[in-house]
């Protein structure tokens, strides 16, 4: 297929897509004039910029500057026709909005009052936590203290069991030594007798 073949075909594709535009945009327009705010209108818009991202496509490919310039022409329809039905919209739901915007602002109010009774609920559990630890930290804080007079007692009584059975031992050696001594003198002293007696 030649260039110029090529060419043809897609100003073919391009009056098919300029077509189909013009039609919808006529669409478009009658449902806006009947009946505002309709999803069907909405859904038209949708179709009409998809088709013009196609259009758009197609003219850069072909690279002629009149359909970039038409289709350029046909996105500011397009904006127009957008901005009618958002205007329309605007226009019908205009008392809806406020009582919408009211019926809003109490829930938000209720919300918030919500949070700040449960935010103060909070606060007291907290606050009563904080009393119920500071008292056990007061309880354990006794038994610690007596817990620890205890221990200086017991270690006194060690110190002093410890000091008197320093003692007896020092006394049991002595003792061991006495007899010891009174032992040895005894045996010395039969000893003699007899070589005198011998």
């Known amino acids: 297929m030649t260039d110029i073949e090529s060419g043809s075909e897609n100003l073919l ?6 077509e189909e535009f013009n039609t919808l ?6 449902s806006l004039d009947e ?12 179709q009409c910029q ?22 350029k022409e046909y996105k500011s329809q397009h904006a127009q026709l957008v901005s009618q039905y958002e205007r329309q919209g605007l226009l019908s739901g205009h008392g809806g909005d406020e009582e919408d915007s009211r019926r809003r602002t109490e829930d938000m109010l209720s919300n918030q009052n919500d949070s700040l009774e449960r935010a103060r609920r909070t606060m007291q559990e907290t606050e009563q936590v ?10 354990n804080r006794e038994t610690l203290m007596s817990a620890h007079g205890r221990v200086k007692e017991v270690s006194s009584l060690t110190g002093r069991a410890r000091r008197i059975l320093n003692t007896m031992t020092q006394r049991a050696l002595q003792q061991k030594m006495v007899v ?13 007798m007899l070589w005198m007696m011998w």
């Not at 945009?25 to 009658?30: D, G, H, R, S, V």
């Not at 505002?36 to 818009?45: D, V």
């Open 180 to 192: 010891y001594a009174v032992g040895g003198g005894l045996v010395l002293a039969f000893m003699i």
């Open 130 to 139: 904080a009393l119920e630890i500071t008292e056990e930290l007061g309880q």
């Open 13 to 18: 594709v391009f009056d098919r897509y300029d």
């Open 25 to 30: 945009t006529q669409q478009i327009q009658k």
């Open 35 to 46: 009946e505002p705010m309709n999803p069907y209108t909405q859904n038209l818009l949708q």
């Open 50 to 71: 998809d088709l013009l991202k196609q259009m758009a496509l197609e003219a850069r490919s072909l690279k002629q500057p009149k359909l970039l310039q038409r289709v």
